[in-house]
């Protein structure tokens, strides 16, 4: 938190140029699967470093602390930006071991005439959007689907339609027959769909659409698997880099204003630093996350050491008030070297020993 960031920014000021800490946390939200109340990390600060080196620095750890059991794995890890997971998986960590990809398909449907979905591109984030799940049609059962119409409108407030090609090539939904012999084939084009597959089909706000199919993606897994269908290969270790997130977030309470989407001392993207000043919501940030499986094991960000810039981030758009951090601007005023870090948290040893899914 803020305590471990002044001492890093101490330390970094006083010829401590990089260090290590293995530290004990707690988590003052509620628990979920993939967030213990309780746990421990590695913390690393290094002064002088940017994103290149702190993923070299992490990738060499790991390559080199891998049990020989395992089998190798391959340097340098895959990379990721936050748009690219978000658009393709629905999630910020996606698990990359199987397909099952979210499919955009808004251009076909510009100019339909189905009325829900005519009313969801009537916004400006509007969108259409799909997953296909191979052979669905044999594998999923008709109760299969009624549960993934219930969990999306329970938890996400999301309407679904689903399409299936059946063998004799006919297209089975609840909208083929408002959709024309031609529709029907662009849509089957459009998502490589093939005979048995199941399409589920949404429409509405981008952001909505895409963490609803991505919800599904997972849950489809866990049914497929229970039917006995390989999908996630428990010997398969996929790691990944997911950079340029955004810097900051719209408060859910009040949309006008802005959150740190990390903390509000991580550094923005050199690209987009000049937007800070009129465009704060387009800005993409210096923050990157190790993700394994489908799961975060890791996270940190290059910080701000501009005093500045940091004022002005904490005041003019994160509207908070800077009378408690006067230290910490003090101690940029006096100079303070470029400087990032990351936390690996215990979650990593876990999964190389039962690569099992927590999210």
Request: aromatic content about 8%; overall charge negative; hydrophobic content about 40%.
């Amino acid at each position: 938190g803020i305590l471990h960031i002044n001492i890093a920014l101490v330390h970094m000021q006083h010829n401590l140029d990089r260090y290590f800490q293995v530290a004990r946390c707690y988590r003052d939200e509620g628990s979920k699967p993939d967030r213990q109340p309780e746990f421990t990390q590695i913390d690393i600060e290094m002064s002088f470093v940017d994103q290149m080196g702190i993923r070299k620095l992490i990738e060499g750890l790991i390559e080199y602390s891998w049990p020989k059991e395992k089998g190798p794995i391959s340097t340098p890890f895959s990379l990721m930006t936050y748009q690219e997971a978000i658009d393709n998986y629905g999630v910020d960590k996606p698990d990359t071991r199987f397909g099952m990809k979210i499919i955009d398909v808004t251009e076909m449907f510009k100019n339909t005439e189905i009325s829900f979905l005519h009313d969801a591109l009537s916004h400006t984030s509007g969108v259409v959007r799909a997953i296909s799940i191979t052979e669905g049609a044999k594998l999923l059962k008709k109760k299969d689907l009624e549960n993934l119409m219930k969990l999306a409108k329970a938890q996400m407030n999301q309407d679904l339609t689903f399409f299936v090609l059946q063998s004799d090539g006919a297209l089975k939904s609840p909208l083929a027959k408002i959709l024309t012999n031609l529709e029907q084939l662009q849509l089957c084009q459009a998502t490589n769909l093939q005979k048995d597959d199941v399409l589920i089909l949404a429409g509405g706000d981008k952001a909505k659409v895409s963490a609803a199919l991505g919800k599904l993606r997972l849950e489809c897994a866990n049914i497929l698997e229970y039917r006995g269908i390989a999908l996630r290969d428990r010997s398969t270790f996929n790691f990944l880099w997911v950079v340029d997130f955004p810097l900051f977030l719209p408060k859910e309470e009040r949309s006008e204003e802005y959150e740190s989407a990390h903390h509000p001392f991580t550094a923005p993207h050199p690209d987009d630093a000049y937007l800070i000043y009129t465009e704060p919501g387009k800005v993409r940030s210096q923050h990157y996350d190790l993700v394994l499986n489908g799961n975060e094991i890791g996270g940190g960000s290059i910080r701000i050491h501009n005093m500045e810039l940091q004022q002005y981030v904490l005041e003019s758009i994160l509207k908070e008030d800077t009378g408690l951090l006067q230290h910490l601007l003090k101690a940029l005023d006096s100079g303070a070297p470029p400087h990032g870090g990351i936390a690996l948290v215990d979650k990593l040893q876990l999964l190389r020993q039962t690569n099992k899914d927590f999210s």
